[in-house]
C-alpha cells in the first residue's frame, strides 16, 4: 500500500508554469504506476498524465500534451508534474494517484489517491 501527498499548487498568471511533487510512502513506491488527475468544480476528475514503474512509459492527457511533464524519482518515492503555458483552463484540483499497473485515463480504476493541491492560473 502506499499513501500520497501532494504539494507544490498555488496561483500563477497564465502562461506560468508551476511543479506539482507528490511524496509517496511505502517501500513498494517503484512498483506502482503513478499519475496525476484533476477535478476543476462540478466537471468529472479528468485524466492528466501517468508514468509506469520504471519512468519508460509516459502517458498524457490530450489537453495537456506538449506542455506538462511527468517525472519520478523512485530513490526519493516522489513523483513530479511540470507544468508549463499554464491556462486557465488549467485551474482544478490536482490529485496525484497511484496503483500497481496503468490503469487508462478513468480514474475510477486507480486505487490510491493523495488529498489533492488547487491549482490556479489567472487570465
Known amino acids: 500500500q502506499v499513501q500520497l501527498v501532494e504539494s507544490g499548487g498555488g496561483l500563477v498568471q497564465a502562461g506560468g508554469s508551476l511543479r506539482l511533487s507528490c511524496a509517496a510512502s511505502g517501500r513498494t513506491f517503484s512498483r506502482y504506476t503513478m499519475g496525476w488527475f484533476r477535478q476543476a468544480p462540478g466537471k468529472e476528475r479528468e485524466f492528466v498524465a501517468a508514468?509506469?514503474?520504471?519512468?519508460?512509459?509516459?502517458y498524457y492527457g490530450d489537453s495537456v500534451k506538449g506542455r506538462f511533464t511527468i517525472s519520478r524519482d523512485n530513490a526519493k518515492n516522489t513523483v513530479t508534474l511540470q507544468m508549463n503555458s499554464l491556462k486557465p483552463e488549467d485551474t482544478a484540483v490536482y490529485y496525484c494517484a497511484g496503483d500497481v499497473a496503468y490503469r487508462g485515463s478513468y480514474y475510477r480504476l486507480w486505487n490510491y489517491w493523495g488529498q489533492g493541491t488547487q491549482v490556479t492560473v489567472s487570465s
Open positions: 508514468i509506469s514503474w520504471s519512468g519508460i512509459s509516459t
